[in-house]
């Protein structure tokens, strides 16, 4: 187990400076500043929200695949995160890939837990995509999970926009 760590450690350094040497610039650091023993840091969902914007509304095409591409890598990092998988499948959705962005905001469903943000979103991204049972499902949920009157009438209102009784 000790070898092992020691062999991440040291793939890890090695990555690092040939990343550091062609893409001195690279959000790497930033995410990998982020993490404490494998676990995403307080910086880390700020990231994705700032990738996820930026890929919403870069006029730059390339900006906007690298900050996918980006957020991608955070949600391979961090699977059982549902907020990054949320950015990932908002992001998605704004470029027209719903397919994936369904896909992503399943995956964060299934590790969604019982709070009102991440239902709530995740009705978004289901209704944004067309899905309105399953937006309706996560719309309860976070009415459910509410635990502020401003919560509850942000559920109100995104059900109204949606048509949803």
């Not at 930033?30 to 969902?45: F, M, N, T, V, W």
């Not at 299934?110 to 978004?124: C, D, K, P, R």
Request: glycine share 6%.
């Amino acid at each position: 187990m000790r070898t092992s760590a020691r062999i991440r450690r040291a793939g890890s350094r090695a990555c690092s400076r040939t990343i550091e040497r062609v893409a001195p610039d690279s959000l790497v650091f930033e995410i990998q500043s982020s993490i404490d023993d494998g676990a995403a840091g307080p910086a880390a969902p700020d990231r994705s929200t700032k990738l996820m914007l930026e890929a919403l509304e870069s006029d730059d095409p390339a900006r906007r695949a690298a900050a996918l591409h980006d957020l991608g890598g955070i949600v391979a990092m961090f699977p059982e995160n549902p907020y990054h998988r949320v950015s990932y499948a908002f992001a998605l959705s704004g470029n027209s890939r719903a397919d994936e962005a369904l896909a992503e905001v399943r995956k964060a469903a299934s590790v969604a837990g019982t709070e009102h943000n991440i239902h709530f979103n995740l009705a978004q991204i289901f209704l944004i995509c067309g899905e309105q049972d399953d937006g309706r499902r996560h719309l309860d949920l976070a009415n459910e999970y509410a635990t502020t009157d401003e919560e509850r009438a942000d559920v109100a209102g995104i059900a109204e926009q949606y048509g949803l009784p």
